[in-house]
C-alpha cells in the first residue's frame, strides 16, 4: 500500500515537471513578447485541455484510499 502511494506521488511529481517543461518551451517559442502573450495564454489552454483529455481516457491509477470491510452474513 506505501509502495502505491509512493508511486502515485512520483507520478504526479513527474507529471508536474513534465507538464511545466512544456508550458516553458511554448512560452520560448513563442518569444512571450507583450503582443504574443494572449496566444501564450490560448496556447496554454488548449494544452491543459489536451492533457486533461488523455489523462481521463487513462485507466485511473490512484492508490487506494481507504478498505471498505466486507458486510457480514446476515447484515
Known sequence: CANLE???EEDNRLE???LH?????????M????EN????FEL???EVADHL??????PQKAP???KIPPQTKGA
Open 6 to 8: 509512493a508511486q502515485f
Open 16 to 18: 508536474k515537471i513534465e
Open 21 to 29: 517543461n512544456r508550458f516553458a518551451t511554448i512560452i520560448e517559442e
Open 31 to 34: 518569444n512571450a513578447a507583450p
Open 37 to 40: 502573450v494572449l496566444l501564450v
Open 44 to 46: 496554454l489552454k488548449h
Open 53 to 58: 483529455i488523455s489523462r481521463m481516457a487513462e
Open 64 to 66: 487506494p484510499t481507504s
